[in-house]
T-cell receptor, first 115, second 116 residues
Framework: KQEVTQIPAALSVPEGENLVLNCSFT??????LQWFRQDPGKGLTSLLL???SQREQTSGRLNASLDKSSGRSTLYIAASQPGDSATYLCAVRPSRAGNNRKLIWGLGTSLAVNP | ETGVTQTPRHLVMGMTNKKSLKCEQH?????MYWYKQSAKKPLELMFVYNFKEQTENNSVPSRFSPECPNSSHLFLHLHTLQPEDSALYLC???????????????FGPGTRLTVL
């Protein structure tokens, strides 16, 4: 059974720091891994999608990597800003036969960037 | 309006009430989803509609009844709910639910539901 874990659950950093959020999953049979951002009281915004054949994706100050064999992904945020404060969620789409291929979600990392 | 919109944003209801949540997507997508988000739990997929046809019902109690009259609109009808149903209900849409490699979901802001 696919499970997704995100560490740490919460993180507080001063503005300007580079930081790494971690996501691990138990079954390497996936179509893709996705990172989302959720602001308080709001819905989710897709940040990056890494297909199973890819190693990383970049968007602005964000870089996500995928190591499928070890079941790990990292989201790197460069030069963090207070506006980056949010909860970051990781989700994988399983590819194993018999699974209905719905996204499997982690609990998220709550990030606070302090001015 | 752009993206995915949801109304109402907040809803308080008693256990004997009947209410409906509405979702509308302005992205031209073919798939729509209902999720439940509770504290300290991963997002729970409730229903999936692909080209207006329900393709998934993840063992959701019958007190939740979805309706998808067209590809742009999705409703969640609620009746005789329980206090444990209090949660944030999120609607999402995507281009094609079966494009497993690249399909990305776009979410609305959610409806915060409180059942008294």
């Amino acid at each position: 059974k696919q499970e997704v874990t995100q560490i740490p659950a919460a993180l507080s950093v001063p503005e300007g720091e580079n930081l790494v959020l971690n996501c691990s999953f138990t079954d390497s049979a996936i179509y893709n891994l996705q990172w989302f951002r959720q602001d308080p009281g709001k819905g989710l915004t897709s940040l990056l999608l890494i297909q199973s054949s890819q190693r990383e994706q970049t968007s602005g100050r964000l870089n996500a990597s995928l190591d499928k064999s070890s079941g790990r992904s990292t989201l790197y945020i460069a030069a963090s800003q207070p506006g980056d404060s949010a909860t970051y969620l990781c989700a994988v789409r399983p590819s194993r036969a018999g699974n209905n291929r719905k996204l499997i979600w982690g609990l998220g990392t709550s990030l606070a960037v302090n001015p | 309006e752009t993206g995915v919109t949801q109304t109402p944003r907040h809803l308080v209801m008693g256990m004997t009430n009947k209410k409906s949540l509405k979702c509308e997507q302005h992205l031209g997508h073919n798939a729509m989803y209902w999720y439940k988000q509770s504290a300290k739990k991963p997002l729970e997929l409730m229903f999936v509609y692909n080209f207006k046809e329900q393709t998934e019902n993840n063992s959701v109690p019958s007190r939740f009844s979805p309706e998808c009259p067209n590809s742009s609109h999705l409703f969640l009808h609620l009746h005789t709910l329980q206090p444990e149903d209090s949660a944030l209900y999120l609607c999402a849409s995507s281009q094609a639910a079966r494009d497993y490699y690249t399909d990305t979901q776009y979410f609305g802001p959610g409806t915060r539901l409180t059942v008294l």
